[in-house]
């Protein structure tokens, strides 16, 4: 019993050359990397900053998270909400055309080729930049913020719609046209009904997405929450940021528990 | 609401050929697709969608486009130094930030530990790092630590945390318990049925999860330092500033060769992997 058993032991490949090798390799690049991060030490009264933002995020100013004005954090959220909204409707709707373009499947290699490279283009510029060139086309306001979000919205959803595209099941047009369907039959019955459920989950999954980064609109400001909450940080009003995060962290959780909801009944069928 | 629905609109009734009837419940797309509706038209009132602005001064999109587009490739040596920053900075943070999750992912899975009260605590806590908005950490963390590269791997670690742990619970509640309750069964004490039986499992995608979020942290890289918390994004800002927008051209084409190269270098670890 115990011969085999060691027989067995010794068939088994020697990895740990390997692994001792990627062990090293991965060791140098943590040491080369921590050269950069050189910690200074606290900001000279950091400890005490610290205790403030925690002291002022528990305590949240309740004068403007019941504000139902303007200024208050509910109207803030409904904004965030429908920038997020339709911002994901337009770049989902734009997503369709490239990424039907960038599937390798559907086009030519050329083609696809072009269009990935797209994509990856418009991944890469930083959503601030897309900010500010937006704000010189309808000025600073909700506006802007909408069709940022359309623009940053359609790096991943068409990178997850072309996923979609190339898992398509061809054979089922084979069979369609075997029983004689005509085109829009096939787009209609076969194609289709493959592709809402995905689009529909990836388009609900950004959504989510952007509800979380709609802060990053306030740098630029273009329009809901982001905007209060990056100058209420910058001036310590750490109670009115305590507030702003509560509303927004509360938001983002109830989007997020019924969305996942949606996303495994689309997915189910 | 689903029965309300079934009761106003009825199901419609096929009787087969074979005698048997079935019922075919009304489409719920008109109602879907109504909800839907007013939502848009809603958010098109609350922030003042006008198209005509847009066609009027659309063009206008194309100006820094275009400046962006004809880099200054003579800027690219000051563009070095804090683009390796910025690598450092995402390659230490994500690293910190996983081997964090590894450990707080196990306690938060529920096929692990039996507590239901850890694992709420736990979860609830994760899932507030996760909902808390990157620039938020890092503006939070350019004040505790002063502006530079620390501040902005402590932000990177934090969120990494966050993502790489929720993910790796939800993994590790999906493995195949049989051999985790034989090592016990044989008397192993609970970590070493685990390291024996599940870790096996589990650090494929594991590394894999891991080298995703190096791929995302270089491209959030980008936002952390236009709130100071170092490398990249500080150039960035301080170009945009100016308006000197070709260098922003620079800034961003060597990005985008960094994360290009990375992301096929880790594409190619994570298919070997998983």
């Known amino acids: ?269 | 609401m689903a029965s309300l629905y079934d009761k106003i609109f009825k199901p419609k009734t096929i009787t087969l050929e074979n005698g048997h009837s079935v019922t075919k419940k009304a489409s719920r797309f008109p109602l879907i697709l109504l909800i839907l509706l007013v939502a848009i038209v809603g958010s098109a009132k609350i922030t003042g969608f006008n198209i005509t602005t847009l066609v009027e001064n659309g063009s206008k999109f194309f100006d820094i486009l275009k400046k962006i587009f004809t880099p200054d490739f003579s800027y690219w040596d000051k563009v070095w130094q804090p683009l390796l920053d910025t690598i450092k900075m995402s390659v230490m943070g994500t690293f910190i930030g996983c081997a964090f999750g590894l450990p707080v992912a196990v306690i938060a899975s529920s096929n692990i530990v039996h507590n239901k009260a850890v694992i709420s605590v736990i979860r609830f806590i994760l899932s507030i790092v996760r909902t808390l908005p990157t620039l938020v950490i890092a503006l939070i963390a350019t004040f505790i630590f002063d502006l530079g590269t620390f501040a902005g791997t402590v932000a990177i670690s934090i969120f990494t945390f966050g993502i790489v742990a929720k993910m790796i619970y939800e993994n590790i509640e999906t493995v195949d318990m049989g051999a985790y309750e034989a090592v016990e069964a044989l008397g192993g004490s609970k970590p070493r049925a685990f390291l024996a039986a599940i870790f096996p499992q589990i650090v494929p995608y594991y590394l894999s999860t891991c080298l995703y979020c190096l791929e995302m942290n270089l491209r959030h890289a980008a936002i952390l330092g236009y709130v100071g918390a170092g490398g990249i994004g500080l150039i960035l800002q301080e170009k945009i500033g100016w308006r000197e927008y070709e260098k922003v051209g620079t800034i961003l084409f060597m990005l985008f060769c960094a994360v290009f190269i990375l992301e096929n270098i880790s594409r190619y670890f994570r298919k070997k992997l998983v």
């Open chain 1, 1 to 269: 019993m115990n011969d085999r058993i060691n027989e067995k032991l010794n068939q088994q490949p020697r990895a740990w050359i390997k692994r001792l090798l990627t062990v090293v390799v991965v060791a140098i690049i943590l040491i080369w990397s921590s050269t950069s991060v050189e910690y200074k030490g606290m900001s000279a009264n950091g400890t005490k900053l610290a205790g403030n933002i925690l002291k002022g995020i528990t305590s949240p100013s309740t004068d403007i998270l019941f504000n139902l004005s303007t200024g208050g954090v509910a109207y803030l959220l409904l904004e965030t909400v429908c920038i997020a909204l339709l911002g994901t409707i337009i770049g989902a709707v734009l997503s369709i055309p490239i990424s039907f373009i960038a599937s390798s499947k559907i086009m030519p290699k050329p083609i696809a080729w072009i269009g990935s490279t797209l994509i990856m283009l418009i991944r890469t510029i930083p959503a601030f930049i897309y900010g500010l060139m937006v704000i010189r086309v309808t000025g600073p306001g909700a506006f802007a913020g909408l069709l940022t979000m359309s623009i940053c919205s359609i790096g991943m959803i068409s990178k997850m719609y072309i996923e979609a595209i190339e898992n398509l099941d061809i054979s089922i047009l084979d069979s369609m046209d075997a029983a004689g369907c005509t085109g829009f039959q096939k787009i209609r019955y076969g194609i289709l009904p493959q592709l809402f459920a995905s689009f529909m989950s990836t388009a609900i999954y950004r959504f989510d997405i952007n509800l979380k980064d709609a802060t990053v609109l306030g740098l630029v400001g273009a329009g809901g929450i982001g905007a209060p909450l990056i100058f209420a940080m910058n001036s310590y009003r750490w109670n009115d940021v305590g507030a702003l995060l509560l509303g927004l962290i509360i938001l983002v959780l109830v989007v997020e528990y019924f969305s996942t909801k949606i996303r495994t009944k689309l997915v189910r069928g």
